[in-house]
């Protein structure tokens, strides 16, 4: 369900490094490209029946790049990524639950 915590009014390509997601509650979110990569849920980056993580996040590249970033129907986004990996769908409250700011870690 989506609520004014998890509705985006503003996703915003920042260059091939970073993402802006401004949130209906007037929250901002920033994500680095490498920091949403290493955070794919699909399933090739979590094991399918138990949910455990198998991407090694410390293989991502530091310089990863976002080369694409759309929309996936009212819900999601999804990102094409300079390591050839494409096939996350990142869902909105998903997003919003793993912003890094300093705000959400507490």
């Known amino acids: 369900m989506i609520t004014a915590e ?5 996703i915003k390509k920042k260059g091939n490094r970073s993402l802006e997601i401004s949130w209906e509650d007037g929250h901002v979110s920033l994500y680095s490209f490498r920091y949403l ?4 849920s699909c399933a090739g980056c979590v094991e399918e029946w138990t949910g ?3 991407l090694d996040k410390d293989v991502i590249p530091l310089d990863l790049l976002g080369l694409k970033a759309e ?3 009212n819900y999601a986004l999804s990102f094409s990524f300079s390591d050839h990996h494409d096939t996350g769908i990142y869902h909105f ?6 912003c890094p700011c300093v705000i959400c870690k507490e």
């Not at 998890?6 to 503003?10: D, H, K, M, Q």
């Not at 409250?93 to 793993?98: F, S």
Request: charged residues 30%; aromatic residues 0%.
């Open 6 to 10: 998890t509705n985006p009014i503003a």
């Open 37 to 40: 990569r290493q955070n794919c």
């Open 52 to 54: 455990k993580k198998v």
């Open 71 to 73: 929309t996936t129907g």
């Open 93 to 98: 409250d998903h997003l919003r639950e793993i």
